[in-house]
């Protein structure tokens, strides 16, 4: 028996997690900067910020697809 190489797919979602959680705070981080220094629009702030909410509701489907609710 040959082991492969594949990671399962607990271990995929967890790296997927962690990849959406970090572009998260990259986005929080350009959206704070852009704001402070005051050379963003309000149409490009407002895109960073859909796109900072589409990543916060992907990041709660994984945690849920990761650890699901038991109902007893």
């Known amino acids: 028996m040959t082991a492969s190489p594949q990671m ?7 790296v997927k997690l962690e990849t959406r959680r970090q572009e998260h705070r990259d986005l929080d981080e350009a959206i704070h900067a852009l704001h402070d220094n005051g050379h963003a629009d309000a149409l490009t702030l407002q895109r960073l910020k859909r796109q900072k909410l589409a990543l916060k509701d992907e990041i709660r489907r994984l ?7 038991i109902i007893a």
């Open 63 to 69: 945690e849920d697809e990761i650890t699901p609710d």
């Open 8 to 14: 399962d797919r607990t271990e995929v979602l967890r």
